[in-house]
């Protein structure tokens, strides 16, 4: 339990630290939407995870204040060393009541593991530096075995619970997008999706999949330039504009029915289809995607490593182990397609090669006495031919 620290008052002579505007919310992938460079960030997240940390350091934020412990001993998760080595000050486990004291855009200031609002230190926590971030590293991987056995666990409890949609796809909803015999990109906002993205270009451009965004993962593709064909998700995540984008809208419900994205996608004059399903949203679109034919699935952001299944830190990523297994050899990671695939040449970049070697050819014989004597053959040549072709059209 983090120690709960009482205000303290007292005047301080203006001392280094850093000062800004503070963004609060206990979720960090809401707070990222609206964080801006130099400003400071206050989070409740436990065990800060590589794609949390990543979406922080993207927004260049002047420090991160965290209201839990950002490691707490379960795992090693590898977001406090992200934001550590890239400079980013990190107050760790100050406790839930900051959540309530500190309000959006107060000026603050961060100093050491002390935050103060004017003269007053509303709340107190660890700095974190290097040091302590690899001891607290070291001392998480010795509960690995413990995590382990719990995904295990957690894996036997999804296969009992969703064996019929795993085994023989009962439950999949119907759909009006075409995936029979396509190639489906399956697009997260999670693992280096920005620079996978950028990758496929010449795979999309030429295989022209059907395009599906998990959640957030839906602007992904349109901050790309691309219109998704399928969003599916809960919702909690995407733009208004994604969803009103023409695409089809599936929303991930609990097993009971309860969906909480349905309501916000029909006030926007959506009518979805609604996929009633244990595990994540991820599994959800892969399992559709194989459930209707896709002949290939491409998965982007995903997460493909045991390290990142446990890095998220949910237990629910158990039924994405399951999911993977379940859609088998039509499943393909971006990294993969991006280092096997190579782009076949166009006919207009064939068409370019040919008048360029042309070109090589028309100069290397117009260098020599011989080649322009020859090149002066071939005109003459030519003008007859054009002459008499022309004759015998008029």
């Known amino acids: ?165 795993l085994l023989d796809g009962v439950g999949v909803p119907d759909i009006t997008t075409d995936l029979e015999g396509k190639h489906a990109l399956i697009v997260v906002r999670g693992y280096h999706y920005k620079e996978d993205l950028k ?39 995407v733009s208004d504009a994604a969803l009103r984008c023409g695409a089809e809208i599936v929303v991930h419900a609990y097993r009971d029915g309860n969906a909480p994205g349905l309501e916000r996608v029909r006030r926007l004059g959506v009518e979805p289809v609604v996929f009633p399903a244990t595990g994540t949203s991820e599994d959800v679109a892969m399992l559709l995607a194989d459930d209707k034919g896709a002949e290939l699935i491409v998965a982007v952001g995903t997460h493909a490593t045991l390290v990142e299944f446990l890095d998220k830190g949910r237990s629910g990523m158990a039924s994405t182990f399951l999911t993977r297994l379940r859609v088998g050899g039509k499943l393909v990671d971006a990294k993969g397609v991006s280092r096997l695939y190579r782009s076949r040449i166009s006919n207009l970049t064939l068409i370019f090669m040919l008048l360029v070697g042309l070109s090589a050819l028309f100069a290397a014989l117009w260098s020599t006495t011989g080649g322009r004597a020859l090149l002066q053959v071939l005109a003459a040549r030519w003008d007859d031919l054009w002459s008499f072709v022309v004759g015998t059209v008029t």
């Open 1 to 165: 339990m983090p120690l709960k620290i009482p205000r303290q008052r007292a005047r301080v002579p203006d001392s280094p630290g850093v000062r800004g505007p503070v963004r609060v919310d206990a979720r960090t992938k809401n707070l990222t939407k609206r964080l801006r460079p130099g400003e400071i960030a206050v989070i409740d997240h436990q065990d800060i995870d590589k794609v949390s940390a990543e979406a922080l350091l993207a927004c260049r934020p002047a420090a991160v204040v965290n209201a839990s412990p950002s490691i707490s001993g379960r795992y090693p998760n590898l977001g406090p060393e992200i934001l550590v080595e890239a400079g980013i000050p990190l107050v760790d486990n100050v406790g839930r009541d900051v959540m309530h004291d500190l309000h959006e855009g107060q000026l603050v200031r961060v100093e050491g593991g002390e935050v103060w609002v004017e003269d007053t230190v509303v709340a107190r926590g660890q700095a974190f530096d290097q040091e302590l971030v690899q001891a607290a590293m070291t001392e998480a991987r010795a509960g690995l075995a413990v995590q382990l056995e719990a995904f295990a666990a957690n894996t036997m409890e999804y296969l009992r619970r969703e064996r019929e949609l």
């Open 199 to 237: 990758t496929l270009r010449s795979y999309i451009r030429e295989y022209r999949p059907v395009l599906v965004g998990v959640d957030g993962g839906a602007d992904a593709l349109v901050e790309e330039g691309l219109k998704p064909d399928m969003i599916v998700g809960d919702m909690d995540s």
